[in-house]
T-cell receptor
Framework: GQQVKQSSPSLTVQEGGISILNCDYE??????FAWYKKYPDNSPTLLIS?????DKREDGRLTVFLNKSGKHFSLHITASQPEDTAVYLC???????????FGKGAKLTVSP | EAAVTQSPRSKVAVTGGKVTLSCHQT?????MYWYRQDTGHGLRLIHY???????EKGDIPDGYKASRPSQENFSLILELASLSQTAVYFC?????????FGKGTRLTVV
């Protein structure tokens, strides 16, 4: 079965608003959590990641929240901009060099 | 800058034919991966490798073989291509933390 799940396949947010993308996982051994951004016909690129020893990490407009007891992590994008429009993939893995399990992706559209 | 190069970028193959997808990385990374992307499935791991001359099965290895002849190169081989293997294939490399992806190969099996 799918180990990483993104339940909402799409999200539309007004420019300037907060975009919240969610991801649930099943494997208790996962200790690395990441969000990737993907434009059409392009490769996924890493946006932000956290290890399981922290429950929050901020990087500019991006914040990852990790809820280990709930097996849930989320990406918050503040001051959303039209160029944030893309597919966002959550991913999780266990251990160094681990193979990542990806969610199906969620299409974020930021409207002007 | 980290670089993962895939070739070809697109290919049309005949059912039952042999297909080889190539991947080359200049990151000096030990870990390399092959994923496929299908609509509605996200990225799924086919094969991966931790070291040259060794490969491991991922989550969906059936119908695929992999080869890692050197640290820099990692190939995905479809011995008998089937219609169900039409997809976009991504190669990636990692130093154990961040994963870098190639631009993908669009494979169409007809």
């Amino acid at each position: 079965g799918q180990q990483v799940k993104q339940s909402s396949p799409s999200l539309t947010v007004q420019e300037g608003g907060i975009s919240i993308l969610n991801c649930d996982y099943e494997n208790d051994m996962f200790d690395y959590f990441a969000w990737y951004k993907k434009y059409p016909d392009n490769s996924p690129t890493l946006l932000i990641s956290v290890r399981s020893n922290v429950d929050k990490r901020e990087d500019g407009r991006l914040t990852v929240f990790l809820n280990k007891s709930g097996k849930h992590f989320s990406l918050h994008i503040t001051a959303s901009q039209p160029e944030d429009t893309a597919v966002y993939l959550c991913a999780a893995g266990a251990g160094t060099g681990s193979k990542l399990s990806f969610g199906k992706g969620a299409k974020l559209t930021v409207s002007p | 800058e980290a670089a993962v190069t895939q070739s070809p970028r697109s290919k049309v193959a005949v059912t039952g034919g042999k297909v080889t997808l190539s991947c080359h990385q200049t990151n000096n990374h030990d870990y390399m991966y092959w994923y496929r992307q299908d609509t509605g499935h996200g990225l799924r791991l086919i094969h991966y490798s931790y070291v040259a001359d060794s490969t491991e099965k991922g989550d969906i290895p059936d119908g695929y073989k992999a080869s890692r002849p050197s640290q820099e190169n990692f190939s995905l081989i479809l011995e008998l291509a089937s219609l169900s293997q039409t997809a976009v294939y991504f190669c990636a490399s990692s130093d154990g933390t961040e994963v870098f992806f190639g631009k993908g190969t669009r494979l169409t099996v007809v």
